[in-house]
């Protein structure tokens, strides 16, 4: 093992894991403070990865129960063990042992909210069908004193068939010790008896199985009878015969379907359950239930959400910049240094502008994801997501997706990137699919500098009644792409993702308040996440970019005198900014936006604009740095420098290259192009294929040059 134990964790913390030697599966509804009871128990004892042959994140933490140690594996939240996401069905998989190289868990700890016992206790009597020593974790008992609400622990108990149960809140802390001990004791606790909510299913099955001569587990047998057509009814009928599972199915159910006799079942056994464990303070309830109420109600919700979006997006593009600049003057200044210390050969270069570059120009942007992450996580875990995406669905189903995309799509003003990654948790793949090719068309924090450099350089600074023009153009293009997205998706799902409509479950979680060491615990792994997956993508396309500019050197063959890189209006440029122009016209980089230059001739854009637009592939920020060294000024030149030259670049016959319909057009082609390698490369992971991430690319590329090819022939028309 070397430095690491068994778990992969360094050798210094060696005595926990070696002791860890059970695997406990923690499992439950979504929200029910599941993941932020996984962190109280395993603190940063925790590793991330993805289950095999899924996109679906795996959490495995070592607890520390002080005599022993147990390892936690951390499930996605699930209401039933008929999972359809692909985050419920690895959880239902992992459960039942069908993934591979992974045996099924030594015992569960079942996490139930104690506001919403109701549709925990249904998950509960689905999970002791697996016979596995299980134990209670009643959370936010906290939150539920405060409703009103309380438990009669002996009384669950016992309803329970004795089974250990805990009642813990993991953001004070209250109940923790005693849930240490009952889990350092849980693997020798003897099986659960079968659920009482049901028995004549399990011994119905435990019958079946044995029939079958033990090649069917009672589990498997229950499955098959519950969900007809499936791959384990299949199974099912190939060891009994059709004709056995059907004659089982028509006693256990009748003619109603096995799913809906089951849910009337439990849930009538649950309600019994809460009728003798849960008790409820009347006054407190009253004044609760109507402050949500009043929340929930259309217009306070419509405006509360609003407001909360503004302060986020807000928080994203200002909050983040003193760091951002921080960062980009830090790298900024490496940069300059090895340049200084080592001079300008080849190694140095290599250094400075495509390592040192490459890095900066994703590590820039990660306070922004950071601010974003922190919101989507305190939103999330404070009850407030939910409602987010219950209050648009109305809006989402009108171009054929669900609440569920909401928060996705809202991601992307910051990033495509974690936006992408968000859409796990749509159950419908064509769903999420849809999304997914939806969400790049939001106007991402990139596209910022090149909207700020050509509004500011060709749209007039001029009052349109109460409202500046430059203001109102700007938020054109966030409209444009927020159209885009939906106007995609909405023709995905006519065509090729055609499917039922989207089925929106939803249990609104109380309003709560976030534990501190979850948020923080959260927050560093998405800023790992980001860093390892986009930052790679972008950091190796950077070099290639970087390779492509500088070489051939300036000391090749000239290009002829007439294919001079350089207007007349450059000429009195410093020599050493015309020294970088020159180099970057004849490189490899200025030779293909040469080639390229008649495709782009339609849209108004000489070679140069079409080398900027080449080089800014791996990130469209980089965009605005290679047009300042095209144009002579310098990568580190000021905006109005760079504006200026733009204002004054001509074709060789004198005309402008950048009138208003060209600038327009450009404008409108970066709303709409899919022009981000690490978004390309994030829709190949989530999608498991290079078919998506290629039409995507292809789609919006066509859609953005079309687009900007009748911004600038109509403006050109209308405005010679």
Sequence with gaps: MGEHGEFGFPASQIGIRRRARSSIAVIGNPNSGKSTLFNRLTGLRQTTGNYPGVTVEKHVGVADLGTSAVELIDLP?????????????????????????????????????????????????????????????????????????????????????GIPVCEVSATSGH??????????????????????SWPELSRGAEILSGRTGGGLARIDVIQGLLHPGSDPDRVLCDALGEEAVRS????????????????????????????????????????NARLVRWINRPWPATLGFFAVMVLMFQAVFSWATPLMDVIDVAASGLGQWVTLRFGDGVASSFVADGVIAGVGSVIVFLPQILILFLFIIVLEDSGYLARAAFLMDRLMRSVGLSGQSVIPMLSSFACAVPAIMATRVIPDRRDRIATILAAPFMTCSARLPIYALLIAAFVPNQAVGWFNLQGLVLFG??????AGGLVTARLLK??????????????LPEFRWPNLQTVAIKLMDRARIFLKRAGTVIFAVAVVVWALAYFPRLD???????????????ASAPAAD?????????????RAGRSLEPLFTPLGWDWRVASAVIAGFPAREVVVAVMGTIYAVGSNADEASLASRLRAATWPDGRLIFTLPMALGMMVFYALCLQCAATVATIRRET???????????????????????????GTFLVP
């Design 77 to 161: 939240g699930i209401y039933c063990l008929s999972g359809e996401s692909a985050d419920e069905q690895i959880a239902v998989d992992v459960l039942l042992g069908r993934v591979p190289d992974m045996p099924a868990p030594a015992g569960l700890l079942v996490v139930v909210d104690s506001t919403h016992m109701y549709q925990g206790l249904y998950l509960l009597e689905q999970l002791l069908e697996l016979r596995l020593p299980t134990m209670v974790a009643l959370t936010m008992s906290d939150v539920a004193l405060a409703a009103g609400l309380s438990v009669d622990l002996p009384a669950l108990q016992a309803r329970l068939g």
């Design 175 to 196: 109940g923790m010790e005693e849930l240490r001990q009952a889990l350092a004791s849980l693997s020798s606790t003897a099986p659960p008896a079968y659920p009482q």
């Design 248 to 287: 089982s199915r028509d006693e256990l159910f009748g003619s109603a379907p096995p799913q809906a006799v089951e849910a009337r079942t439990r849930y009538r056994w649950v309600q019994g359950v809460l009728a003798q464990a849960q008790f409820h303070t009347p006054l407190l309830a009253r004044m």
């Design 477 to 482: 293009l966030y409209l444009l792409g927020i």
């Design 494 to 507: 006519s065509s090729a993702l055609k499917g039922p409509k989207p089925q929106f479950m939803l249990a």
């Design 556 to 570: 090749a063959p000239a290009l002829p005198a007439e294919r001079a890189p350089v207007a007349a209006a450059q």
């Design 578 to 590: 015309q020294q970088a122009a020159n180099q970057l016209a004849q490189s490899w980089l200025g």
């Design 688 to 714: 498991n294929s290079w078919r998506w991430p290629l039409f995507a690319w292809t789609y919006m590329t066509v859609v953005a040059y079309l687009a900007a090819l009748m911004v600038y022939q109509l």
